[in-house]
């Protein structure tokens, strides 16, 4: 039967907001999660960094520079890097007048403040911990914000989080910690190195470009920490003929930053 969590309650893949909807508002802010809630999509994705001060914060770069106005306000902090900024100085970049005008005044959110916007429209995070060699201990921290803003509940871990990395360790440290966390670990590994991955890892999350349907019916064929079949989500899958031919290997998600083409493409 089809499940009532697949996009628009039909029997295809989750639609997941990469960044949020951000071909249509900048990534990573809370406009993109608003855009994705107006789409109708349940799943949003973000990245984590942390700052020079400790504090938890939602960009894609370890670097300032492409998505706010750091080096007008900041410009003699070069290499402008996130970790070299506390969390009060990110707090006055723009990180939106790039993206476009409309956007002007767009902030770089908080951990705390992207999953409250999440939880406010009811939906389901996507969170990758983000250049974690650069930020040792940032897994127990992730998880302690996520428990503190009320996401380590039955309910949320039920079903409204996944925790995921390009770092095995992190993603293991992540499922040691807190064993009842949905993890995911993005990449492709040799169906040889399988087992090694089901032992903590609930997903394995590769780019649409590695993708074939016999490797996600062998990720599919293991079973997770959980005790239910490894999933698939991949990315960064943007146009409705690519959604359709990666919905036809068999992916349980696909990440996108148009969810509306890819919604469409797949339960239109
Ligand atoms: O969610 C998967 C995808 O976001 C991984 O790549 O570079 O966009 O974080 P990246
Ligand atoms: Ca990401």
Same mark, same amino acid.
């Given at each position: 039967?089809?499940?009532?969590?697949?996009?628009?309650?039909?029997?295809?893949?989750?639609?997941?907001?990469?960044?949020?909807?951000?071909?249509?508002?900048?990534?990573?802010?809370?406009?993109?999660?608003?855009?994705?809630?107006?789409?109708?999509?349940?799943?949003?994705?973000?990245?984590?960094?942390?700052?020079?001060?400790?504090?938890?914060?939602?960009?894609?770069?370890?670097?300032?520079?492409?998505?706010?106005?750091?080096?007008?306000?900041?410009?003699?902090?070069?290499?402008?890097?996130?970790?070299?900024?506390?969390?009060?100085?990110?707090?006055?970049?723009? @990180?939106?007048?790039?993206?476009?005008? %409309?956007?002007? =005044?767009?902030?770089?959110?908080? $951990? /705390?403040? !992207?999953?409250?916007? +999440?939880?406010?429209?009811?939906?389901?995070?996507?969170?990758?911990?983000?250049?974690?060699?650069?930020?040792?201990?940032?897994?127990?921290?992730?998880?302690?914000?996520?428990?503190?803003?009320?996401?380590?509940?039955?309910?949320?871990?039920?079903?409204?989080?996944?925790?995921?990395?390009?770092?095995?360790?992190?993603?293991?440290?992540?499922?040691?910690?807190?064993?009842?966390?949905?993890?995911?670990?993005?990449?492709?590994?040799?169906?040889?190195?399988?087992?090694?991955?089901?032992?903590?890892?609930?997903?394995?999350?590769?780019?649409?470009?590695?993708?074939?349907? @016999?490797?996600?019916?062998?990720?599919? %064929?293991?079973? =997770?920490?959980?005790?239910?079949? $490894? /999933?698939? !989500?991949?990315?960064? +899958?943007?146009?409705?003929?690519?959604?359709?031919?990666?919905?036809?290997?068999?992916?349980?998600?696909?990440?996108?930053?148009?969810?509306?083409?890819?919604?469409?493409?797949?339960?239109?």
């Amino acid at each position: 039967p089809a499940s009532p969590a697949r996009a628009g309650g039909g029997g295809g893949p989750l639609v997941i907001a990469h960044r949020g909807a951000s071909a249509y508002a900048p990534e990573n802010t809370l406009a993109a999660v608003d855009k994705a809630a107006e789409l109708g999509i349940r799943w949003v994705e973000n990245d984590v960094q942390r700052t020079r001060d400790g504090e938890l914060v939602v960009l894609h770069d370890d670097n300032l520079r492409r998505t706010t106005d750091v080096e007008e306000v900041y410009p003699d902090r070069a290499p402008w890097k996130v970790r070299d900024f506390t969390a009060a100085e990110i707090a006055r970049l723009d @990180a939106g007048s790039w993206f476009g005008p %409309a956007y002007a =005044g767009a902030r770089v959110p908080t $951990l /705390e403040q !992207f999953v409250d916007r +999440v939880e406010r429209h009811h939906q389901k995070l996507l969170l990758e911990i983000k250049n974690p060699e650069l930020y040792p201990g940032i897994e127990r921290q992730t998880l302690k914000v996520l428990s503190n803003e009320g996401w380590l509940d039955r309910s949320h871990l039920a079903g409204r989080l996944i925790v995921q990395s390009f770092s095995a360790d992190s993603v293991r440290t992540v499922h040691e910690l807190k064993p009842a966390v949905k993890t995911g670990f993005l990449g492709t590994p040799p169906v040889s190195d399988l087992p090694g991955y089901a032992g903590f890892a609930d997903q394995i999350n590769p780019s649409y470009g590695s993708l074939s349907t @016999a490797y996600v019916a062998s990720v599919q %064929a293991f079973t =997770g920490p959980h005790g239910r079949p $490894l /999933e698939v !989500f991949t990315w960064t +899958v943007d146009d409705a003929a690519t959604a359709q031919r990666v919905a036809g290997y068999g992916v349980d998600g696909i990440i996108t930053n148009k969810p509306d083409v890819v919604r469409e493409a797949v339960d239109g």
